[in-house]
């Protein structure tokens, strides 16, 4: 078709997908994905095992580097972006290199977002997002050790079926972060924290404290960390993890020129308020013309019908999105929590 | 109505020591230190849940990045991309909500801001106790009769020596610039005096000198770079949300403020080489942090003999002069220190004021 | 676990690539490692020139550098990114993650990393100028990096330091602050790649390992072989060998010279080995293409003296700082006249320590002069050499005969072709040492029968150095008996042939190695011998013509296949492989990862 320069920004589930559509429709294009990771894209929804033992990350890898040469994608890892002009067209890498494009995705998903009243107490708590966290978790987590987890979204509940299931324990400081990125209604909430409960998680209401007042590092011979709420009862643990969901990685597409509110604001088509860059992944919010709102979609299955369509968009369809994926948390017969987010394929 | 507020007239009531309450859920109407100031005081008079709704978002408001940050630690959420249409009383009349429409952003306005555009048939209700509306501020004129000029956003139109279209009055500050900062207003007062001094002097009492002096040494470390943005001390977040009299920042200690001023790029340093003397040895290209020495192949000369720009050349070869751009220098003293024949000089560039003879 | 590790430093002249190297490989030493090293580096002192620090760590003592390195690192990413895939899958790349100047797209060396390698992108130059103020210590910054990265001790990398800049505190304390930062980061990484250092061996009992380079083996056998005297003239690569002996003789009571040019260094050496001493010079091709005609006087007169020639890329002026084994047919041939000689050329550091004191015996034993034939990539290369606790050399094989009474022959013609020796001032040991053909008393004489007999006897009386005790003139490597391919090749290319014969084996192939040390005389037996071994016969060697191929089939006339080549570098592994491969009728397999 051409040899037109396409740069994915992000090489997770939607930017691997989309430069795979990319390379099948546009053969001929030239194909960069540029990532801040060292990793090629790896399992997120494996990390959990480092529990079980499993501590060489290429078996977390999910693309051989094989994978990449074949489809002649210019894997750039280790590098940060941090400008994107979109009327000249041109990216700038945090190393002061200039990278033209034809046509840009914006996949760079979503950190951990951190409240801003805990953001001091950031270094005494152990983040469990990429693989290196996970090891480092795993090792700061003795054996039957304590883990107190904060928030308690989808990510860190299945996190926790882990730690239960190889010895630890797990006290959970609730509220409404819990469960996201599902939506629980007010009535259904003590269900599904019951089922918690009986899945051996120690549930602590959050706001009956009055909110958490201190992370501390605990006094010698105790639990690594000591976590004091405002009315003045105290946890002790050995790692504090914030789940509190993710925010969308998008500092360099500030300034910009392409409309942003949380996310980067995307049409049905995942196209930009500009017409060479496409978004897709936890970092877009959709405009949906039923609800006439912007909406974030999570999700692996999602993410990854967002890469391809969006590649699919950017080499001449214009095809709106779907959601693909059922978001509702479900309780089994047994009373068993179920996640459709906890299974990657 | 009860439960709605005027934001500049909330926070000076406040300031006079009148008594306010407000609900346990607030939403804040406003995009500006105002409305933020609002959102604050009212997590501090006990409100719950206190929310900032903005037309746009977070990205185009006039607000700085730490201000919004110390809010969102004090608990105040910011929710974007939505125009407030109607407030929503309940049976007694009080304010039970606010209706707002949705919002996509259209056409830039002046100052990075942008325009937002409310969507039809989106509209949606946001419950709250209390409404706080802050938007809107204007000029006062109240308080004097002058027929003054006034501009377009009514604020007093200044002639060039500060005088206002009366003669003999001048204005300073929020009068002539609109809403802005007690920073600026102190710099604008100051810069009035003077103007007024030179009216009623008849005449310039001082006049501005560049004075240029030799400096014997770098007066800076390349190490002073890596030195981060110290943070101004804030109050303990329990504590400062609990009275309204607690400075949230503490200020800086004496260490503290030192190891700042040391970031202090110190650019009324002048950096130069001597041409002649230079050995082209490249030692200084070399250390150079950042692109501040450049190869010169030759001058731009205008039509009319004057020396124009300074022409870049990437071709040893065509080198004519190594030469320090004191835009790009951050005056770290890498290649004076490293120069083998020290043909790198500092002059210290200081603008001054003398006094004019009368 | 055993380790084989090989690191590639590439940078600019100017940015301490090869003192990084440098001090790597000692402190890698130290910790216990054995080490071959070899640095590339241009002509210029400063500039844009090319250099690369390379080398291999191991347990057992390597014999050549690997085509791929475990690691990587970029001082200059102009210069190193054409090297990038030398770096293996799963190995590192450790480059500069910032940048002082805008970059077009592709200028910056993560855009050339492939996906099987691991990028670590380390701020070099910020580290540098927070710990010391200034860019400069961007090097020591990287070993650091290194060092924490690996998790080797960081002690053996600050005596190293230590060692380098002995005498200038001030210098030797910012560089330490610059390698306990690079340090810190590099060991504040979490590892992805799988380079491993695994224990040091235990040291070998018996004999000291010390690190050290082909020329300074060499100074350290003539010293070790007891050298007297040495005239020289410098030239490179050969400078650090006469640079070693005027630090190292005096502190034996022995004297070196520098004389004005090369004519008066080789007479000066010719001339002290015919007054009894061990004498010896060092030079370059240029060098030894002036030295010919003494030598020439040396062979006919006799007299026993040594030359160490390091080549380097010709003819005339050439390419001063690149390797090359261009100076074989000279070293063989050079000269007037039937002027025949010993030449051997060691293959490894540890030859060069045991032919550079070897070489006088040698000398001394068949009353010639000998030319011990290295060149650039192994007079620079650094091995670990294990040094026997006593020299292994024989103190006197002067041979001086007993000369009271009458008619000393000089030129006696006896069955071993050897004649007894004086040395001036010896009662009755008087004789004329003259470059005219001369009869058994060293007067002149042309007769034809004369000139039949003292040719004869010249040529002859070296083929007993081909069995010269301590001296292995020929070494078969690899499969005994029948093989598919079989390599000859000498000097410092052997080292890439054992290595790709290695590899051919380990592909399946039949396949043994000769090294020759003695090149002149020509070992012709045994080279025959394992010819009639081979289906195939492969002689590597880097000059144009295939020198050491011409004069094996002047003595075995047998098919070979030269592989010739001039890279101004050594020859690389994978190229010999190949060419094996192609000899065996083997199908050009992928590179196994």
């Not at chain 3, 050339?112 to 910054?141: C, F, M, W």
Request: charged share 25%; with cysteine; net charge neutral.
């Amino acid at each position: 078709m051409s040899t037109r320069h396409h740069v994915v920004i992000g090489s997770g589930v939607a930017g691997n997908q989309a430069a795979e559509t990319l390379r099948q429709r546009d053969p001929d294009s030239r194909i960069t994905m540029i990532t801040i990771s060292r990793l090629p894209f790896f399992n997120r929804y494996d990390l959990p095992r480092v529990f079980y033992g499993a501590r060489d990350w290429r078996r977390f890898i999910i693309y051989p580097a094989e994978y990449y040469r074949e489809n002649r994608i210019n894997l750039r890892r280790a590098t940060r972006v941090v400008s994107v002009d979109s009327a000249s067209q041109i990216i700038k890498l945090e190393h002061k290199e200039s990278i033209r494009f034809d046509s840009l995705l914006v996949a760079s998903g979503a950190g951990a977002y951190l409240p801003e009243d805990l953001s001091e107490f950031r270094p005494l708590m152990h983040g469990f997002g990429a693989y290196r966290e996970a090891v480092t978790v795993a090792e700061a987590l003795p054996k039957a050790g304590h883990a107190i987890m904060l928030g308690g979204d989808t990510i860190g509940l299945d996190l926790a079926r882990t730690l239960l299931d190889t010895g630890h324990r797990v006290t959970l400081v609730a509220g409404p972060y819990t469960f996201w990125p599902h939506e629980v209604a007010e009535k259904d909430r003590p269900k599904f924290i019951e089922a918690l409960t009986k899945m051996g998680i120690v549930v602590v209401e959050q706001q009956e404290r009055g909110g958490i007042a201190s992370i501390e590092t605990g006094a010698k011979g105790l639990a690594a960390r000591k976590l004091t709420f405002h009315d003045g009862s105290e946890l002790a643990g050995d790692v504090v993890m914030p789940f509190y969901g993710v925010m969308p990685s998008l500092d360099f597409m500030l300034g910009s020129g392409v409309d942003i509110e949380r996310g980067l604001l995307v049409s049905p088509n995942l196209r930009t308020t500009n017409e060479n860059i496409y978004a897709a992944g936890d970092v877009c919010q959709i405009w949906t013309d039923k609800e006439h709102k912007y909406c974030f979609y999570h999700g692996w299955k999602n993410v990854r019908a967002m890469g391809e369509l969006a590649a699919k968009n950017i080499t001449g369809a214009d095809e709106p999105w779907v959601p693909t994926q059922d978001e509702t948390l479900r309780l089994t017969k047994e009373g068993k929590i179920e996640s459709p987010f906890w299974e990657y394929q | 109505m009860a439960g709605i507020e005027f934001g500049l007239d909330f926070l000076v009531d406040m300031h006079r020591g009148v008594k306010k309450t407000v609900g346990k859920r607030v939403a804040v109407i406003g995009a500006g230190f105002t409305a933020l100031d609002c959102a604050r005081v009212a997590v501090r008079l006990g409100g719950e849940e206190v929310t900032i709704h903005i037309r746009t978002s977070e990205e185009y408001i006039p607000i700085t990045q730490e201000e919004i940050f110390e809010a969102k630690r004090e608990g105040v959420r910011i929710k974007g991309l939505r125009s407030p249409m109607k407030f929503v009383l309940d049976e007694e009349g009080k304010v039970s909500g606010v209706e707002f429409a949705q919002n996509r952003l259209g056409g830039w306005r002046e100052g990075g801001r942008r325009i937002a555009i409310p969507i039809e048939g989106s509209e949606f209700v946001e419950p709250c106790d209390t409404v706080i509306v802050a938007i809107g501020q204007q000029t006062v004129h109240e308080f004097s009769d002058l027929p003054l000029q006034l501009d377009k956003w009514k604020n007093a139109r200044l002639s060039d020596n500060g005088m206002t279209s009366q003669p003999g009055v001048f204005a300073a500050g929020d009068y002539v610039s609109g809403a802005s900062t007690v920073v600026q207003a102190v710099g604008h007062g100051r810069k009035l005096a003077r103007r007024i001094d030179t009216w009623l002097l008849g005449r310039d009492r001082h006049r501005q000198a560049v004075r240029i002096e030799p400096v014997e040494r770098p007066l800076r470390e390349r190490a002073s770079d890596f030195i981060p943005r110290q943070h101004m001390p804030t109050a303990k977040l329990g504590k400062r949300v609990k009275s309204l009299a607690c400075e949230v920042e503490t200020g800086m200690d004496l260490a503290t403020a030192q190891e700042e001023a040391k970031r202090c790029y110190l650019c009324h340093l002048r950096y130069q080489i001597d041409v002649d003397r230079c050995i082209y040895c490249r030692a200084c290209i070399e250390v150079a942090p950042r692109s501040c020495i450049k190869l010169v192949g030759g001058v731009e000369i205008g039509a009319d003999g004057t020396y124009g720009k300074l022409q870049e050349t990437k071709e040893w070869n065509k080198v004519g002069a190594i030469w320090i751009d004191n835009n790009e220098c951050i005056r770290c003293g890498a290649c004076y220190n490293v120069c083998p024949i020290k043909c790198i000089t500092i002059s210290r560039c200081e603008l001054t004021e003398v006094e004019v003879e009368a | 676990m055993s380790t084989d590790i090989q690191i590639a430093i590439v940078g600019s002249a100017g940015d301490g690539t090869i003192a990084a190297g440098d001090i790597l490989r000692r402190a890698l030493a130290e910790i216990g490692y054995r080490v071959i090293s070899f640095d590339v580096y241009p002509p210029e002192i400063r500039g844009f020139g090319k250099c690369i620090a390379r080398l291999r760590v191991t347990d057992e003592q390597a014999y050549s550098l690997k085509p791929q390195s475990d690691v990587l690192v970029s001082l200059d990413d102009s210069h190193a990114i054409p090297h990038v895939h030398e770096a293996r899958e799963w190995g590192a790349v450790i480059y500069e993650s910032g940048s002082v100047g805008p970059l077009p797209e592709g200028a910056h060396i993560s855009a050339h990393i492939d996906p099987g390698q691991i990028p670590y992108n380390a701020p070099i130059r910020e580290l540098s100028e927070k710990s010391t103020g200034s860019a400069r210590s961007r090097n020591v910054v990287v070993l650091g990096y290194i060092a924490g990265l690996f998790r080797l001790p960081i002690d053996p990398f600050l005596r190293a330091l230590g060692a380098k800049f002995k005498g200038k505190a001030d210098v030797a304390k910012k560089n330490e602050a610059a390698l306990r930062a690079g340090y810190d980061e590099g060991a504040r990484w979490f590892r992805l790649d799988d380079v491993v250092f695994g224990p040091p061996p235990a040291k070998a009992s018996g004999a000291t390992l010390e690190m050290i380079s082909g020329n300074a083996a060499v100074v350290r056998g003539a010293i070790d072989a007891g050298i007297d005297t040495f005239f020289g003239y410098p030239i490179t690569p050969a400078t650090s060998i006469m640079e070693r002996l005027a630090s190292e003789m005096p502190k034996h009571g022995k004297r070196l010279v520098q004389t004005e040019d090369e004519i008066a260094a080789i007479s000066a050496t010719v001339g002290a080995g015919f007054a009894g001493a061990r004498t010896a010079t060092a030079t370059s091709g240029p060098g030894l293409a002036l030295m010919a005609e003494m030598l020439g006087l040396g062979v006919i007169a006799e007299v026993p003296c040594v030359i160490f020639v390091s080549q380097r890329g010709g003819p005339s002026t050439g390419m001063p700082t690149k390797t090359e084994q261009s100076d074989l047919n000279m070293a063989v041939y050079g000269g007037h006249g039937d002027a025949a000689r010993i030449v051997v050329a060691p293959t490894n550091v540890d030859g060069c320590y045991r032919l550079g004191g070897m070489a006088f015996e040698m000398a001394e034993a068949y009353q010639t002069p000998v030319i011990v034939l290295l060149d650039l990539y192994l007079s620079n290369r650094y091995e670990t050499v294990p040094f026997p606790s006593k020299p292994p050399f024989k103190a006197d094989m002067n041979a001086i005969a007993d000369t009271r009474g009458n008619g000393f022959k000089r030129y006696a013609l006896t069955p071993d072709h050897i004649s007894p020796r004086s040395i001036p001032g010896q009662a009755g040991g008087m004789y004329v040492a003259t470059g005219l053909e001369h009869n058994e008393l060293g007067r002149p004489n042309d007769t034809a029968e004369m000139h039949t007999n003292m040719s004869r006897k010249r040529h002859d009386k070296l083929k007993a150095a081909l069995d010269h005790p301590g001296l292995n003139a020929y070494k078969r490597f690899g499969d005994e008996g029948k093989v598919e391919v079989g390599i000859i090749a000498w000097g410092s290319t052997f080292g890439e042939a054992l290595e790709a014969m290695i590899l051919a084996r380990e592909d399946g192939i039949s396949c043994s190695a000769l090294k020759v040390v003695m090149i002149s005389p020509f070992p012709t037996e045994a080279v025959a011998e394992f010819i009639g071994d081979c289906g195939q016969v492969l002689v590597p060697e880097v000059n144009y013509q295939g020198q050491f191929a011409g004069i094996l089939q002047a003595h075995v006339p047998h098919a070979v296949t030269r592989l010739a080549r001039v890279p101004c570098a050594p020859m690389e592994v994978d190229e010999i492989l190949a060419e094996i491969r192609r000899l065996a009728g083997r199908t050009p397999a992928k590179q196994a990862a």
